[in-house]
């Protein structure tokens, strides 16, 4: 299993959220948070990404609103200061 980027109060791993409503999801890094510069991101596994830049803790919040009932993931990754892709990592869950 591939480890996850981040969490969604919204949209629980073991839950379900509801359509037409906008959850934040939560990016933290596994790493110093100083040392990220942004996360990429993607609810489509990479067909649409968008890049956003890093808090001071190297943490972002984004936020999304299902259209459709089903499952749903979103992959993200982090860049450093430095420029360099960290590994990427997805967080799943369900629409009712």
Do not use: C
């Amino acid at each position: 299993m591939r480890r996850r980027p981040g969490r969604a109060t919204d949209f629980p791993a073991d839950g379900a959220g509801t359509v037409g409503t906008p959850g934040t999801f939560r990016l933290s890094p596994k790493i110093s948070g100083s040392e990220i510069a942004g996360w990429t991101y993607s609810f489509d596994w990479g067909a649409h990404t968008v890049t956003v830049p890093a808090g001071a803790h190297g943490e972002a919040d984004v936020s999304y609103t299902p259209t459709e009932s089903g499952w749903y993931d979103i992959n993200a990754w982090a860049t450093t200061e430095d420029g360099f892709q960290l590994t990427d990592g997805y967080y799943d869950f369900t629409v009712n």
